[in-house]
């Protein structure tokens, strides 16, 4: 089976990874031919995946097609889905998420709970919307890692938003911020991994740690469960979605953002749990049935950052120490440039103790730098 990815970066390195237990040929389109993917894969295309042209070329003689971001050209998935070639997710689904007003007006038309918003064209629109403050002004499309978000609380703040499409929504008093990730089969079968629970760094906006199975109230669990799993029905398309949500300081949840492929949120699942998110895709691909999503272990993952003040060939300070740890999982993307605040890799660590896995991970996090040479 013929199976192209849009997209080259690090979730579409892992995938290739576990593409290797399979029998299924390989494509990958994205610009830049020294990407995370492109000596993984095993046909590699140099193109834009958000040129109609580009995308429809690459695809039309595949058997089926996967996304790693959702920045994508639709028309063209949507072009060649007509055609018979099988997108996951669906195009319609990936048309929802990639806006980020069609995705809050999705959850209010399923009545999936998510923060009261409203739409906003430009920033001076907001002091039409005073009862929704404090709130989060969200650039519709094109905003990523935080970037396309700014902190509204009083009027004074109003000059920091945008002057284009987004979504103004209400902040939640948030306790935990955690993700799930749902699998979706052809048949409408559903798997849910242990929720994550993130720890952020407030200065990077950036994924400090993350700890998974979240430690949570069981009835939060439950909540989240039944969230998820009522979310990915109303998307109607088989795949894989990671859906980040908010638990607020009464211990009501609500739906942040969903992204509908592979995620930094279940990294941790390639030595935590018994099937990883990238094998789970490649099942729901190739239509076999579900894997097992049960934990192994408790697991922590540590994005491994830039340093300030740092660019150039990577350096990997406190690589050999950081090896040295029992049940740590270094995972480099082998981006051939560092600066600062760019992910270059991650490290998962695995223990039975969430004690000891907090004293891991933050030892982790304090021994490895990437530095330049
Ligand atoms: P991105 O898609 O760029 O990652 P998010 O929508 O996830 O952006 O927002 C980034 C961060 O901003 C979240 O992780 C959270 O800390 C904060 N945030 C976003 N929406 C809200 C909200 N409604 N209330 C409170 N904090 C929010």
Same mark, same amino acid.
């Given at each position: 089976m013929k199976v192209g990815i849009l997209g080259g970066g690090q979730l579409g390195r892992m995938l290739l990874q576990a593409a290797a237990n399979y029998t299924v040929e390989t494509f990958v389109l994205e610009n830049d031919a020294n990407c995370p993917s492109a000596h993984l894969c095993n046909h590699f295309t140099k193109g834009n995946i958000t040129d109609f042209e580009d995308v429809y070329n690459f695809g039309k003689n595949l058997d089926a097609i996967t996304i790693e971001i959702e920045a994508v050209?639709?028309?063209?998935?949507?072009?060649? /889905? +007509? /055609?018979? $070639? %099988?997108?996951?997710p669906n195009p319609a689904a990936i048309r929802i998420i990639k806006n980020k007003i069609t995705q809050k007006q999705f959850y209010k038309d399923n009545e999936i709970p #998510? #923060?009261?918003f409203s739409i906003t064209q430009q920033k001076s629109e907001i002091?039409?919307?005073?009862?929704?403050? =404090?709130?989060?002004?969200k650039i519709a499309e094109g905003g990523y890692d935080g970037k396309g978000v700014q902190i509204v609380n009083t009027t004074s703040d109003i000059e920091k938003g945008f002057d284009a =499409?987004? $979504?103004? /929504?209400?902040?939640?008093a948030i306790k935990k911020e955690i993700a799930i990730i749902v699998a979706m089969n052809e048949k409408g079968n559903a798997a849910l991994y242990p929720i994550s629970e993130m720890m952020v760094n407030p200065v990077l906006n950036l994924l400090d740690y993350q700890i998974s199975p979240a430690l949570l109230p069981? %009835?939060?669990? &439950?909540? $989240?469960?039944?969230?998820a799993i009522k979310l990915v029905k109303a998307l109607k398309s088989p795949g894989l979605f990671a859906i980040e949500l908010f638990v607020d300081v009464n211990d009501d949840v609500w739906v942040n953002e969903t992204a509908p492929r592979v995620h930094n949120s279940g990294h941790h699942t390639? /030595?935590?749990?018994?099937?990883?998110?990238?094998?789970?895709? &490649?099942?729901i691909i190739l239509n076999y049935p579900l894997g097992n999503t049960t934990p192994i272990l408790p697991a922590a993952i540590i994005n491994i950052i830039g340093e300030e003040g740092f660019n150039g060939t990577p350096y990997y300070e406190g690589l050999e120490e950081v090896l040295s740890i029992d049940n740590a999982f270094v995972h480099l993307y082998g981006k051939l440039?560092?600066? =600062?605040?760019? +992910?270059?890799?991650?490290?998962?660590?695995l223990h039975s103790s969430y004690q000891d896995l907090n004293y891991k991970a933050n030892k982790i996090k304090h021994l490895f730098k990437i530095k330049s040479v």
């Open positions: 050209n639709i028309e063209a998935l949507e072009q060649l /889905e +007509k /055609e018979g $070639v %099988k997108i996951f #998510s #923060s009261d002091s039409n919307y005073m009862h929704l403050l =404090p709130a989060v002004h =499409p987004s $979504v103004l /929504e209400k902040k939640v069981q %009835k939060v669990v &439950w909540v $989240v469960e039944a969230i390639i /030595e935590g749990n018994h099937c990883s998110q990238y094998d789970m895709l &490649w099942r440039q560092t600066k =600062p605040g760019r +992910k270059m890799g991650h490290v998962t660590v």
